[in-house]
């Protein structure tokens, strides 16, 4: 908006309704399994920004199914049917995360993974597939930005650790060493619009913030801003591992309530090495952070 763009934006509750007006949007009524509110909110539109998803640790696969992949068939045959020039959606750069084990500094190139026990990484592996294979040259030009973990002020992951922290819950796995990669949520919007402006077609881009840290040193931090500690206690990968599968074992066979404290899937995102080289993005896209780590964490310091 504060580029000239009109932005309609598609929501399901009423208070979200409210809080994209009062951000200057045109809300859209909708869901992603509602064709005429999909047309409607891009009709005459230019390009579609599709960041919706079903983004959980534990929930059955037929849910992750449904938003993820359905919903994004959904979006582009919207965007088809109603002439869309540009769809850029907002992937996950874990679509390539399968059996637990280090993966530095790796690229675009390397091949999805679909593990069974991960069904939101999966379900964003075969919504990327979708999204990837609609690119026509003659017609929808589409593009998937793929960022690690999206930080910034209002996560609701940051949300669940403290309370997970503050409820004796959290240790930190493999003793919180493993390198990551991060993606300020300014950062991942700037690399949308570039690839809007500028993506040829048919293809995906890493985005980060340009600097790796570990996992202490991330959820640390971002625990730091609302002034909650971790502490130090931690637990071996292996004897996580172990643990996770119990629970989830536990949560199907007695239909528990609510998530388990420990999954898999949560456990393979962070407990791992897991960084990744954004060189494509800047050598195609112009790509750049434009905020940095210490920016970031200083606004989200910063009272509102």
């Known amino acids: 908006m504060k580029q000239g763009w009109t932005v309609r934006a598609l929501h399901r509750s009423l208070a979200d309704g409210a809080r994209l007006r009062a951000l200057g949007a045109q809300p859209v009524h909708g869901d992603l399994d509602d064709e005429v509110s999909l047309r409607a909110g891009m ?15 534990w929930a059955p696969k037929e849910a992750f199914e449904r938003a993820n992949v359905e919903g994004t068939r959904n ?4 965007a088809k049917a109603e002439g869309i020039a540009r769809l850029v959606q907002v992937g996950a750069a874990g679509v390539v995360m399968g059996k637990g084990r280090p993966m530095i500094d790796i690229t675009e190139d390397t091949p999805l993974a ?27 030009r589409t593009t998937v930005i793929l960022p690690p973990l999206i930080w910034g002020a209002t996560m609701p992951m940051l949300d669940d650790m403290v309370a997970n922290v503050k409820a004796g819950r959290f240790a930190w796995p493999g003793g919180g060493k493993a390198r990551m990669s991060t993606a300020h949520v300014d950062n991942v919007c700037h690399a949308a619009i ?14 980060t913030d340009g600097e790796d840290r570990t996992l202490r040193e991330v959820i640390g931090s971002l625990l730091a801003t609302r002034g909650v500690d971790a502490g130090t206690r931690s637990v071996s990968l292996r004897i996580a591992w172990a643990m996770a599968t119990m629970m989830e074992s536990a949560w199907r066979l007695f239909g528990l309530k609510g998530e388990p404290p420990l999954t898999r899937q949560m456990l393979r ?26 920016e970031g964490l200083r606004a989200m310091r910063t009272p509102a």
């Open 269 to 294: 995102m962070i407990g791992y090495d897991f960084t990744i080289s954004d060189q494509r993005a800047r050598e195609e896209l112009g790509y750049a952070p434009i905020i940095r780590w210490d």
């Open 43 to 57: 009709r005459n539109a230019q390009v579609v920004f599709h960041a919706a998803a079903l983004f959980k640790l």
């Open 114 to 140: 679909f593990p069974a026990w991960a069904p939101y990484l999966a379900s964003k592996a075969r919504s990327e597939q979708l999204v990837l294979a609609a690119d026509d040259p003659l017609g929808l």
């Open 75 to 78: 979006v582009i045959a919207a």
């Open 194 to 207: 570039l690839a809007a402006d500028r993506a040829e077609g048919g293809r995906a881009y890493f985005v």
